[in-house]
T-cell receptor, first 112, second 115 residues
Framework: ETGVTQSPTHLIKTRGQQVTLRCSSQSGHNTVSWYQQALGQGPQFIFQYYREEENGRGNFPPRFSGLQFPNYSSELNVNALELDDSALYLC???????????FGPGTRLTVL | AQSVTQLDSQVPVFEEAPVELRCNYSSSVSVYLFWYVQYPNQGLQLLLKYLSGSTLVKGINGFEAEFNKSQTSFHLRKPSVHISDTAEYFCAVSDLLQGAQKLVFGQGTRLTINP
């Protein structure tokens, strides 16, 4: 069974640029959630996708957006990058109607 | 909305000693509770979870946790730690937001094992 995978591992961008992060969910999981983990902090919920629709969003501005594809993989897009967007971005997948989320290894984004 | 407080930001212990990492959550309604471990430069690995049933939950790597509803606590314990347990540990509670089951995390506890 393949776990949650994310790409790329690391990314360096400059302020104002746009970035796309990718996530493949664990086999059999149709729900994908994204979290932002700033240095020294716990992860913060960005949003969740279920059946290709966003079904919940945390306290993040609209320049954070996402997609989910028919194979349940997902993308996180961030426009107009700011220095404070530097963080580890974690993707998690879960089974339908299940509360347990399984995380990928994360993408480390550095904004200069 | 739910919140989670991890009472210790850092816990140093000697190898083979017991350890307890403390976690309190805010809600008095039915909750799902989790402990995750994060090794350096890695994602989160699920250690254990409480969904219902027995209040003593056993997880991987010899860890266990006890759900205490009256004290709204979910403390993590291990009777004898190893060097390899050095990591950041996060307590989380599941919360419902606009139809999404999201996780609310504590700030984390850094466990350092000294030889």
């Amino acid at each position: 069974e393949t776990g949650v995978t994310q790409s790329p591992t690391h990314l360096i961008k400059t302020r104002g640029q746009q970035v796309t992060l990718r996530c493949s969910s664990q086999s059999g999981h149709n729900t994908v959630s994204w979290y932002q983990q700033a240095l020294g902090q716990g992860p913060q919920f960005i949003f969740q996708y279920y059946r290709e629709e966003e079904n919940g969003r945390g306290n993040f501005p609209p320049r954070f957006s996402g997609l989910q594809f028919p194979n349940y993989s997902s993308e996180l897009n961030v426009n107009a990058l700011e220095l404070d967007d530097s963080a580890l971005y974690l993707c998690a997948s879960s089974e339908p109607t299940r509360s347990t989320q399984y995380f990928g290894p994360g993408t480390r984004l550095t904004v200069l | 909305a739910q919140s989670v407080t991890q009472l210790d930001s850092q816990v140093p212990v000697f190898e083979e000693a017991p350890v307890e990492l403390r976690c309190n959550y805010s809600s008095s309604v039915s909750v799902y509770l989790f402990w995750y471990v994060q090794y350096p430069n890695q994602g989160l690995q699920l250690l254990l979870k409480y969904l219902s049933g027995s209040t003593l939950v056993k997880g991987i790597n010899g860890f266990e946790a006890e759900f205490n509803k009256s004290q709204t606590s979910f403390h993590l314990r291990k009777p004898s730690v190893h060097i390899s347990d050095t990591a950041e540990y996060f307590c989380a509670v599941s919360d419902l937001l606009q139809g999404a089951q999201k996780l609310v995390f504590g700030q984390g506890t850094r466990l350092t094992i000294n030889p």
